[in-house]
């Protein structure tokens, strides 16, 4: 069974500070997502990362796939209130279209 | 860009009775379909993979009879509870994907109560 474990579970902190969102597993993903979840909505798709090794940015966020592609982090610079929501990875099997594995998420609280 | 629309956001429902959850591709064509369940405090597990025009792929653990899944259109896939419980509560939430290595687009999820 493919599990990717997220860490950490919970994460409050001050406005400005940085932080790294982990996801590990002991599998290999054809590809790795990153979602953010509002309460009572959808995850909303943040970022896919395909390649072993690749890096994507999207504003302050920066988003890493490990090298074997078991692993991914997030991290977030000068975080803002507004960065305050759940966040999960999710890893996809290329031989199971849509059977997505998530993590089990990183509740994140940004307080000005 | 894509967009799934998922519909009712919230249903109360009395034990026993059944209740359909509708998830529509606006702006795409959808062969493919997936259904997750989510519970508090816990990740989002697939139930089953809706496919257009044949028979729902349905995860172990997951029954079928009692998740009815129809896929009848390229645009629309329906998730029925039927004989509703308790246990069945939770939050239901379904998604769709326009291409390979574009991610999933998900519906805004459905909250499930049983009374």
Known sequence: TQLLEQSPQFLSIQEGENLTVYCNSSSVFSSLQWYRQEPGEGPVLLVTVVTGGEVKKLKRLTFQFGDARKDSSLHITAAQPGDTGLYLCAGENGGSQGNLIFGKGTKLSVKP | ?115
């Open chain 2, 1 to 115: 860009g894509a967009v799934v629309s998922q519909h009712p956001s919230r249903v109360i429902c009395k034990s026993g009775t059944s209740v359909k959850i509708e998830c529509r591709s606006l702006d795409f064509q959808a062969t493919t379909m997936f259904w997750y369940r989510q519970f508090p405090k816990k990740s989002l597990m697939l139930m089953a993979t809706s496919n257009e025009g044949s028979k729902a792929t349905y995860e172990q653990g997951v029954e079928k009879d009692k998740f009815l899944i129809n896929h009848a259109s390229l645009t629309l896939s329906t998730l029925t509870v039927t004989s509703a419980h308790p246990e069945d509560s939770s939050f239901y939430i379904c998604s769709a994907s326009i291409g390979a290595s574009y991610g999933y687009t998900f519906g805004s999820g459905t909250r499930l109560t049983v009374v």
